[in-house]
């Protein structure tokens, strides 16, 4: 699959000046549209439309500096309909206008062209298996917040502190079904995975129960599920184990994710530094 990344990725250099459909994309490194976003930015860092953009201006402000082109011409070929729209992207990458950056000779940033290759680290095995569920139920309380990839989410940990005791006993309480317990869930991702994009946050059960009136619930399809296993410093053990499945495992097996919530069971010690976690992933097998 990382050779057909890097097919994509040479798509994208060559067609900076043009428009980039995902689509196509996707079709180069054979797969689908939602698991290329997935799996980029996982491996990237950062968002595919992000990077695309950081990008172009990169090989724009290489242009603004050797003064060949007008900064009309540029913003054009670019993909910008005005010079102020332009200016106003052109600030935001390199800290400076395109006039000034001409007129001064300013140092401008640089997004590097990327590439993917395999880094083998470390001899331990990730534990997983695949599990085929019926249609069921998420029961209870959720909120949009922020993607956070390191360290604890201030809004995810203020939502939870919110939800009171008798409530989360009664949430508990219509668990049902693996993953049993309180779970931890996130469905409806804003376009990519870079950091601080928006999605649904769920505490809640699953269930085959109906939802109390004053809970929120959601009905899941009947679906594959990858549910992979880890144990060690919370919460880095749980956020490196989400890091892991795609830049590891996707590319490693023949799956590949595809729309759903993403389901983490974590159990933390009293102490609260250590936990035993459970992910659910939902996927779809790929040919081969």
């Known amino acids: 699959m990382l050779e057909r990344l890097n097919q994509a990725m040479e798509h ?3 067609h900076l000046d043009q428009r980039i459909e995902v689509v196509e994309l996707a079709r180069i490194a054979v797969t689908s549209e939602y698991h290329f976003r997935r799996v980029f930015s996982a491996l990237a860092g950062v968002g595919l439309s992000e990077y695309i953009r950081r990008r172009r201006l990169t090989v724009a402000g290489a242009e603004v500096l050797a003064g060949e082109r007008t900064l009309l011409d540029i913003a054009v070929r670019y993909g910008y309909g005005s010079t102020e729209a332009f200016a106003r992207a052109f600030h935001a990458v390199h800290g400076v206008g395109p006039g000034e950056a001409r007129r001064t000779g300013a140092a401008l940033r640089s997004q590097p062209r990327m590439s993917f290759r395999l880094v083998v ?3 331990s095995s990730m534990r997983y298996k695949i599990v085929r569920k019926e249609e069921f139920r998420l029961v209870g309380r959720k909120a ?7 360290g604890m989410n201030p809004a995810i940990v203020a939502f939870i502190k919110g939800i009171d005791p008798e409530t989360v006993r009664r949430i508990e309480a219509l668990s049902d079904q693996e993953p049993r ?5 996130s469905d409806n991702l804003a376009g ?9 946050y769920w505490h809640g059960v699953v269930t085959g129960a109906d939802a109390p009136q004053d809970m929120d619930a959601l009905t ?3 679906g594959t599920w990858a549910v992979f296993e880890t144990s060690g410093a919370f919460p880095q053990a749980v956020q490196h184990l989400w890091r892991d499945v795609f830049t590891q495992w996707f590319p490693s097996n023949p799956y590949r994710s595809r729309p ?3 389901i983490s069971r974590t159990r933390i010690s009293p102490d609260g530094t250590e936990a035993d976690a459970e992910l659910w992933i939902p996927v ?3 040919p081969g």
């Open 12 to 14: 994208i250099e060559r």
């Open 121 to 123: 680290e470390g001899s």
């Open 144 to 150: 949009r917040v922020p993607l956070v990839h390191e």
């Open 181 to 185: 317990g309180v779970v931890n869930v």
């Open 192 to 200: 990519s995975r870079e950091e601080g994009t928006e999605l649904d």
């Open 220 to 222: 899941v399809p009947a």
């Open 260 to 262: 759903g919530p993403e």
């Open 284 to 286: 779809e097998h790929v």
